[in-house]
């Protein structure tokens, strides 16, 4: 079965996750592909050959109607599935490795950054970076402290 969607003008692969209401669930367990359609260009194919990571826990979507998931399938960097367990089987092989995080896993919030124009106007501002700032519980702790010394 081929699924089709509209694209979203991103050049990465689109996911079950990303489809939102255009499919259901036994359609995407039964889906051997997902071709997007690119606003009249064409369809390319987004078959990846396996996942090198399988991320299994609480996934948040960030999709209305697939707001959570069980299982995500990372390759070359990106994700290339998102679903159940069962779903994503077809995308792992012997060389995957399955990591079961604590927490809620967002996809795509990993990379705290800094502006440093702006940073070095506001040098006051706390630093919530992960090596200041390694755990949630950290990270509340700072904001606290900033906020009981802000007037």
């Known amino acids: 079965m081929t699924l089709t969607t509209t694209c979203n003008c991103s050049a990465h692969p689109i996911t079950r996750a990303h489809l939102g ?5 036994s359609a995407a367990r039964s889906a051997s592909t997902i071709e997007p359609a690119h606003h009249g260009r064409g ?3 987004l078959a990846p050959s396996h996942a090198e990571l399988l991320v299994v826990g609480q996934i948040s979507t960030n999709d209305p109607w697939n707001p959570t998931a069980e299982a995500m399938a990372v390759s070359g960097g990106s994700i290339i599935g998102i679903g ?3 779903e994503l089987e077809g995308l792992t092989n ?14 795509g919030l990993i990379e705290p950054h800094m ?3 702006t ?10 970076s992960h090596e200041a700032c390694p755990s949630f519980d950290a990270a509340v702790q700072v904001l606290k402290d900033t906020a009981a010394k802000t007037p």
């Open 115 to 117: 502006h440093i124009w």
């Open 84 to 86: 159940s367990i069962a």
């Open 43 to 45: 369809r390319r194919s």
């Open 94 to 107: 012997a060389s995957t490795t399955t990591i079961k995080p604590d927490g809620v896993i967002i996809p």
């Open 21 to 25: 209401g255009a499919i259901t669930a």
């Open 119 to 128: 940073s070095l106007l506001n040098l006051s501002w706390p630093d919530l």
